[in-house]
């Protein structure tokens, strides 16, 4: 018969629970650093390509930003604050999609307000489209 | 008297150990909440100026971003790229989960290049948004 060792303490033992707050703690930190609250709040311009409603329907709405900085729209030059109106009063099937056509150098501040102020009026979907010159 | 003697009998027993059950339980809710809460989004390491809109609206904390500088570079996960680059990221970046892709893009960066960044992007993501600021 095998003898126990005297030294063998006989009350009930005790889980030592150290290295696991340890490992907690090192996740915990870890998640800590690995984590980015961003929030970002934007636009998002909704069309599809596969609508093609180009060629049998009337062209879409659409507005020049040449790379003077003005604002146009067929030719004659529009005010940032028109566009809403313009977009509103448009009938039917054009104020699904709005088409801004950039031309290199026209600034991405002015094509955004542009987009935002497309949107106020309630387009349902706006398109950046760059200009070749 | 008695209930002193119980006291004391209890004291004897515990000499000096901290309950450290209650720490545990804060340390895992903790711990829970940034697991959960961890997005894991790789920023794009540049500071724009974003345009001020009306209409903005929150966008998809969980996407790819996009940043494009005054200078008309196009940057993402801390480095400078090209813009034929950019559905060979999208992919890399979305691992077969259709993410959305937003554009960091400052007031003063060229608008034709933002659009074709747009279209480049459009090839591969699910939506492209442009991130903007609410006016004060």
């Known amino acids: ?133 | 008297m008695r209930l002193y003697g119980r006291a004391r009998a209890y004291e004897e027993n515990e000499v000096g150990a901290i309950n450290v059950s209650p720490l545990i339980d804060v340390v895992f809710i903790l711990l829970i909440f940034f697991i959960v809460s961890a997005t894991f989004v790789s920023l794009p390491g540049i500071e724009v100026s974003r345009p001020k809109t009306q209409t903005a609206e929150s966008l998809e904390k969980n996407s790819i971003l996009f940043a494009l500088s005054q200078e008309n570079r196009i940057f993402h996960a801390g480095e400078e790229i090209g813009l034929k680059q950019i559905p060979s990221l999208i992919e890399l970046a979305s691992k077969d989960r259709k993410k959305p892709v937003v554009i960091q893009s400052d007031e003063w960066a060229d608008a034709a290049l933002l659009a074709k960044v747009i279209l480049e992007a459009r090839r591969k993501a699910p939506s492209v948004s442009i991130a903007t600021r609410k006016p004060k």
């Open chain 1, 1 to 133: 018969m095998k003898r126990l060792p005297k030294s063998l303490p006989t009350d009930e033992v005790e889980i030592n629970v150290s290295p696991l707050i340890d490992m907690v703690f090192i996740l915990l930190i870890f998640f800590i650093v690995a984590t980015s609250f961003i929030n970002e709040t934007g636009l998002t311009s909704k069309y599809r390509d596969t609508a093609k409603n180009s060629l049998s329907d009337q062209p879409p709405l659409s507005f020049q930003l040449p790379s003077s900085g003005q604002l146009m729209q067929n030719g004659s030059v529009v005010g940032l604050e028109e566009i809403a109106p313009i977009v509103r009063n448009a009938k039917g099937k054009s104020k699904s999609l709005i088409l801004i056509q950039v031309s290199p150098g026209s600034k991405a501040g002015l094509a955004t307000q542009v987009m935002d102020q497309a949107i106020l009026g309630g387009a349902e979907a706006v398109k950046l489209s760059p200009l070749a010159k």
